[in-house]
């Protein structure tokens, strides 16, 4: 709504006009009208004064004190909330009655109650009280920060009418109480039966079971197929056996000294990083499928993944509007929620229209300790989920010895994830029984809290007390659920000692190995495409609809490609990513891609998406190249959240080329973490497999140390077990095949490209029609024609190797040929030897690289090259240095030069 100047006859007008609108259907006009005309019609509500008369003063002050403490409390009440279990909350300076102005208002003065309570008229001691049992009590809320009033107002509504007290039936009850022995008695097991071992115990925090059944339990109703669970390792293991059902006997049997995985399928992992996949029931017979994403011990780094995999899943089920039918719940530690930068990162995610997800339920775990660090140490502000209040979500801290508050707290979330599409956190403020882990003695930092919680009541202990006092569950039968849960437990770890008793008395007398991983890989795969393919789609590429017209550059790019593809040679870069991607979508493969500038790229090669300057239209020419959907998002300014959420996307679809894509090579740095814990290492920990693939510009041009190196080192020293491919095409067409590979080949594996800069538009990198049509990806690329006789052999990556041509060109040099490593790993030792056979098997082999010594392929490749080849090589390039590149273009001309000339001489 604009700022209108009441006083123009045209502007009350307007307003009649949309107060007429409003009257008839409120959704009608914008939400700013809508608040102007609630407090219009609030305003005629009251009381009007006899003709020629006015009201008394201290009446109408009466009236605003009241709503101003209405909404004091609104705006205050969580900080007088009694929502630790550890101590009592003081009162607030700013709710007490003098600070509110009530000390000098009567309690039985009858007013009008505003926007609270649906307006009413009541006195004001019935509105304080009210006010107090709402905002006051287990339950702190935090709404008023967030500026879209219909959001707020819906919060408002909802809290406020049940004033925030949990009203329960007994089935209901007996699901939080059985949830909560559940959790207990698996702890409590555990701890005595597997003395000593690591688990990272829930309790203290048990209130998160219940929590987690009843989103489990609602969400059905709301149209929500997957709950997808991102988490730490706090409470894990409760919640693999408690909340996704895997068996417990299999987790005794892990716990067990004498259990001796089969490392033939991968490395594994420990028992509170695994995940789970299981379909649920609830009560009312519908059905739920509940993951637990595999997590890695850096916390907070599956928060991402998750949501990830949680689009992929909406898309693959073709829920694209609301978003609804995936919902990821994410459990944070309190510590690491503050402390941890990716929280910050995925939250903002959240709204994107790329990373949307149809709203995130947020747990926190708020032990009110980080290993041993206290709040006051962890964080800056008063609360550790401070940082959900950037993107205006709800916050309910909650007490953690108040089971069902929690649950309707964690209820109330959900309903507002399901109406607006948004994110709610629910804080449950709790406490850590043990140390950061059974085995850690919290007493030496912290032995005054210590102390305090080695006193402190078991929640079913206070729960099930509550419960009987009231008269909702007798004691037997809280002592029937305590039983029954400690047998099922007991014939679980028979179970699993009859399976270890098994595999001994297969086993023998032989005393058992670690046998090798080797994941599968294979060279070959089907990517060429027939010309009259290429023909039907190729258009796609530069046709634009009637009355759309690009920018006039543009369009003469969109020219060139079209006439380079009726000529059948001069493919360029541009052209080769394009007929990847328009064949994959014609063969019904769907395609995404993210990355900061990924729309236009970095460089300005790709314009996967047109703009008319005249109209400001937008248009998608591969949107229209087949069947398969074509998305391509350019990301906010993060590395490690959206590789994350990239990666978990391309878990969920195989049958997708999932691409992300760095601004510069060297940025990828910043999501090391997603690189190391998941891209590398998820095959071999948790027989997880992706076929992301990373697009990361690389190239020594002048431009610096931060716009030069994709640190292809980094990623060769990942490389072990066939987990990667790492690969550096040097034509448009090993683009091509290296893309369509991704979803061609049965063997799903991630790929990391290193892309051009200057070769996006140097006349030598290009192919022809013949290379799309008759070839596949090669992983060494010799040249067409070899020298007649060859005594030096120059095998290089990339961009180097046009410089070497013209290096080479400019000797007359007639005896040294250039073999380019296109894929850098698995190396494709068979094809490198036969290529080196094919030209007499020379004495001297270069490895010539623009990267440092210390950085780049040498390292990693110079032994594979001995020994394929028997032959040592030698090395050609920069000297080892600090920093990937100079700062100075004329010192970076110079070093270029001398390395070209070291591989002829050398």
């Not at 609630?38 to 006899?50: D, H, I, R, S, V």
């Not at 020298?787 to 990556?797: A, D, G, N, Q, W």
């Not at 020994?867 to 920093?883: F, I, K």
Request: overall charge neutral; glycine content about 8%.
């Amino acid at each position: 709504m604009k700022h209108l100047s009441i006083g123009s006859r045209w502007n009350a007008d307007l307003v009649e006009r949309y107060h007429a609108l409003w009257l008839k259907d409120p959704a009608s006009v914008d939400a700013e009208w809508r608040a102007f005309f609630e407090g219009f019609e609030l305003a005629n509500t009251q009381p009007k004064p006899a003709k020629g008369s006015v009201a008394p003063a201290g009446e109408v002050d009466g009236q605003s004190v009241l709503i101003q403490a209405i909404q004091a409390y609104r705006a205050y009440g969580h900080l007088q909330a009694n929502i630790n279990p550890l101590k009592p909350t003081p009162a607030h300076a700013e709710l007490t009655d003098k600070a509110l102005g009530l000390d000098s208002l009567p309690g039985d003065r009858v007013l009008h109650t505003g926007d609270f309570l649906g307006g009413q008229k009541l006195q004001v001691k019935q509105v304080i009280e009210r006010l107090r049992e709402t905002y006051c009590s287990a339950i702190g809320v935090e709404v008023m920060h967030i500026q879209n009033a219909e959001r707020r107002r819906w919060l408002l509504q909802r809290i406020e009418s049940c004033g925030l007290k949990p009203a329960y039936d007994k089935a209901t009850k007996s699901r939080i109480v059985s949830s909560v022995v559940r959790a207990e008695q698996f702890e409590r097991f555990v701890h005595r039966t597997f003395v000593g071992a690591k688990r990272f115990s829930v309790e203290g925090g048990e209130a998160m079971m219940p929590a987690l059944e009843q989103i489990i339990e609602k969400a059905p109703s709301a149209g929500v197929a997957d709950v997808l669970i991102g988490m730490a390792h706090r409470g894990r293991l409760n919640v693999l056996i408690n909340t996704c059902g895997k068996k417990a006997e299999v987790l005794f049997k892990e716990f067990s000294e004498r259990h001796i995985p089969d490392t033939t399928t991968g490395d594994g992992d420990v028992k509170y990083h695994l995940g789970y996949e299981n379909e649920r029931t609830t009560s009312d017979g519908k059905k739920v499928n509940v993951v637990l994403a595999y997590n890695p011990s850096h916390l907070e780094a599956v928060n991402p993944v998750v949501m990830g995999r949680a689009r992929a899943r909406l898309d693959r089920r073709g829920d694209t509007a609301k978003r609804n039918s995936a919902l990821t719940v994410v459990i944070h530690g309190d510590a690491a929620m503050a402390g941890q930068g990716i929280v910050s990162e995925t939250f903002n995610l959240s709204e994107i229209k790329g990373y949307r997800v149809g709203g995130s339920i947020h747990l926190v775990v708020n032990n009110q300790i980080g290993f041993t660090t206290e709040p006051d140490e962890a964080r800056s502000g008063r609360y550790c989920t401070e940082i959900a209040k950037t993107i205006e979500a709800p916050v309910f801290h909650v007490n953690g010895d108040a089971p069902e508050a929690v649950v309707l707290a964690t209820e109330i979330a959900l309903e507002y994830r399901n109406a607006f599409g948004a994110d709610a956190v629910v804080d449950i403020v709790c406490f850590r029984k043990y140390g950061h882990n059974e085995t850690d003695e919290p007493l030496f930092t912290q032995p005054t809290l210590y102390r305090q919680i080695s006193n402190h009541p078991t929640l079913s202990d206070i729960y099930g007390a509550r419960l009987t006092a009231e008269g909702s569950l007798s004691g037997e039968e809280i002592n029937a659920l305590h039983a029954g849960s400690e047998a099922s437990l007991n014939v679980a770890q028979e179970k699993a000692q009859a399976a270890l008793a098994e595999d001994q008395a297969k086993r023998g007398d032989k005393v058992p190995g670690v046998r090798p991983f080797q994941s599968p890989y294979v060279f070959e795969a089907a990517t060429t495409v027939t010309a009259d393919a290429l023909a039907k789609v190729a258009p796609s590429l530069w046709t634009t609809p009637a009355g759309f017209a690009p920018n006039p550059k543009i369009k003469r790019l969109l020219d060139a490609k079209a006439e380079a593809f009726k000529a059948g040679a001069g493919f360029d870069w541009s052209l080769g990513e394009g007929l990847a991607f328009a064949t994959l979508l014609a063969e019904g493969h769907p395609i995404r891609i993210s990355g900061q500038d990924s729309e236009r790229a970095t460089f300005s090669h790709r314009h996967a998406v047109l703009h008319d300057p005249e109209t400001g239209a937008e248009y998608t020419p591969l949107s229209k190249a087949g069947k398969g959907t074509f998305e391509v998002v350019n990301s906010s300014l993060s590395e490690y959240a959206v590789l994350g959420y990239d990666y978990g996307y391309s878990l969920e679809r195989p049958d997708a080329l999932t691409i992300w894509e760095a601004q510069f090579g060297d940025f990828a740095n910043g999501a090391q973490i997603a690189i190391d814990q998941f891209i590398a290492s998820a095959e071999s920990k948790w027989h997880q497999n992706s076929n992301l693939t990373m697009l990361l510009p690389h190239g020594y041009e002048g431009q610096g140390p931060e716009h030069s190196s994709a640190r292809i080192e980094r990623f060769l020293q990942l490389c072990a077990e066939n987990n990667l491919q790492v690969v550096y095409p040097s034509t448009p067409a090993q683009l091509f095949h290296a893309l369509r590979r991704q979803v061609k080949r049965e063997v799903r594996k991630p790929l990391v490209v290193m892309t051009p800069k200057s070769l996006l538009r140097h006349k030598g990198c290009i192919s022809s029609l013949a290379d799309f049509t008759s070839k596949g990806f090669q992983e060494f690329l010799a040249e067409a024609t070899a020298p007649s006789k060859t005594e030096r052999l120059v095998i290089c990556t990339g961009k180097v190797y046009y410089d070497l041509v013209d290096a080479r060109a400019a000797r007359k040099d007639t005896t040294t040929a250039l073999v380019r490593a296109e894929q850098l790993y698995p190396v494709n030792t068979k094809l490198l030897r036969t290529l080196w056979e094919q030209h007499g098997k020379p004495a001297k082999v270069v490895w010539c690289q623009e990267e440092p010594r210390n950085m780049g392929a040498w390292t990693f490749i110079a032994p594979v090259i001995e020994e394929t080849l028997g032959v040592r090589p030698v090395y050609a390039g920069r000297d080892a240095a600090a920093s990937p590149a100079v700062g100075s273009l004329a010192i970076h001309k110079i070093e270029q030069a001398d390395l070209l000339e070291q591989a002829f001489k050398v």
